[in-house]
């Protein structure tokens, strides 16, 4: 497992959640939600900057069947723009589920959809980081795949 902190990142259309681990890679936990807008990527380039990260994770929302989605297509353009913002490797890896996941633990820890809103994307990007954090820890290799820096992948 690499040591270092990672930034997590739930990218919808209107929200962006955010999440951070530990130095260590064994814990990942809610930093913000941001507002989807021009100033997003400069937001997440200077998180990035501030807490030194090794890299960014991305979730990259795939159908269940594995087809791509509206939604995919948009993760990836966050990414490419936040891979030539970055110094830092951007990864994008599967999240299936990770929103439904995030309103189901919000649901059962008996908090409404309309209260949870604004934690939701939060909780999503906690999710995907941890979910890519558990796989480097079993598998012994980085998640994903990495984005060039150039637009491509």
């Known amino acids: 497992m690499r040591s270092g902190v990672r930034l997590g990142v739930d990218a919808g259309k209107t929200r962006v959640g955010v999440a951070l681990c530990d130095r260590d890679g064994l814990l990942a936990t809610p930093v913000v939600t941001l507002i989807r807008g021009e100033g997003t990527i400069g937001e ?16 990259l929302p795939l159908s269940l069947s594995g087809a791509e989605t509206a939604s995919t297509t948009d993760a990836r353009t966050l990414a490419d723009e936040l891979a030539a913002a970055v110094d830092v490797p951007v990864r994008l890896v599967d999240e299936r589920l990770s929103t439904v996941s995030a309103q189901r633990a919000l649901h059962l820890s008996g908090r409404s959809v309309k209260t949870s809103r604004p934690v939701i994307d939060q909780v999503a990007a906690v999710i995907i980081l941890q979910n890519a954090l558990d796989f480097e820890r079993s598998a012994g290799r980085p998640p994903g795949t990495v984005v060039d820096q150039h637009g491509g992948r």
Not at 53 to 59: H, K, L, S
Request: proline content about 0%; hydrophobic content about 70%.
């Open 44 to 59: 997440l380039r200077a998180l990035a900057a501030e807490h030194a990260v090794i890299e960014v994770v991305v979730g």
